[in-house]
T-cell receptor
Framework: IAGITQAPTSQILAAGRRMTLRCTQD?????MYWYRQDLGLGLRLIHY???????GKGEVPDGYSVSRANTDDFPLTLASAVPSQTSVYFC????????????FGPGTRLTVL | GQNIDQPTEMTATEGAIVQINCTYQ??????LFWYQQHAGEAPTFLSY??LDGLEEKGRFSSFLSRSKGYSYLLLKELQMKDSASYLC??????????WGAGTKLIIKP
């Protein structure tokens, strides 16, 4: 693995189903982030983690949950998907919250019907 | 509230120079970032400004005026591969990034 990987690449999901988007980084970065990107809108932060064992809410956290059991993995869970959660989801990481550069994964395209 | 504005789309000619503007109003300021995003791909870091002035990095330069809440990204000697969206983001006092919607740059031969 080099950098950040996300899985799946894309997914079509029925409304009401539970879904976990996976994110793994091999750079030993302390900070990790989940963003959603919608057409005409900027990237919006969903949740973030400053270090393993701690998480925080971003701008649009409702309907999403995260966990950070170790340094490398930061899964995002939609407990009961709704059509408004149709989006492209990017995971990112940085050495720390105040480090200048964030590295992004390739994204997951999620469609909720 | 917090707001970042940048033009939706710009067109320029290969070999020319283009300036992409970004204005912002945020709660606190801990730096301004520019990212490049090709269609269907992830954003990649271009530049960071925290003090007023111009930062130059090869063909790309970024300028910041904190008193005016204004930044621009200057791209010189445009190449076809520069066709992409350019995202402006500001880090507020809680260290979270607030992102603009991005400027789609179209390069014509």
């Amino acid at each position: 693995i080099a950098g950040i990987t996300q899985a799946p690449t894309s997914q079509i999901l029925a409304a009401g189903r539970r879904m976990t988007l996976r994110c793994t980084q091999d750079m030993r970065h302390n900070a990790m982030y989940w963003y959603r990107q919608d057409l005409g809108l900027g990237l919006r932060l969903i949740h973030y983690s400053n270090t393993a064992g701690t998480t925080g809410k971003g701008e649009v956290p409702d309907g999403y949950s995260v966990s950070r059991a170790n340094t490398d993995d930061f899964p995002l869970t939609l407990a009961s998907a709704v059509p408004s959660q149709t989006s492209v989801y990017f995971c990112a990481s940085s050495e720390s919250l105040d480090y200048n550069e964030q590295f992004f994964g390739p994204g997951t395209r999620l469609t909720v019907l | 509230g917090q707001n970042i504005d940048q033009p939706t789309e710009m067109t320029a000619t290969e070999g020319a120079i283009v300036q992409i503007n970004c204005t912002y109003q945020t709660s606190g300021f801990n730096g301004l970032f520019w990212y490049q995003q090709h269609a269907g791909e992830a954003p990649t870091f271009l530049s960071y400004n925290v003090l007023d002035g111009l930062e130059e990095k090869g063909r790309f330069s970024s300028f910041l005026s904190r008193s005016k809440g204004y930044s621009y990204l200057l791209l010189k000697e445009l190449q076809m591969k520069d066709s992409a969206s350019y995202l402006c983001a500001v880090r507020g006092r809680d260290y979270q990034l607030i992102w603009g919607a991005g400027t789609k740059l179209i390069i014509k031969p």
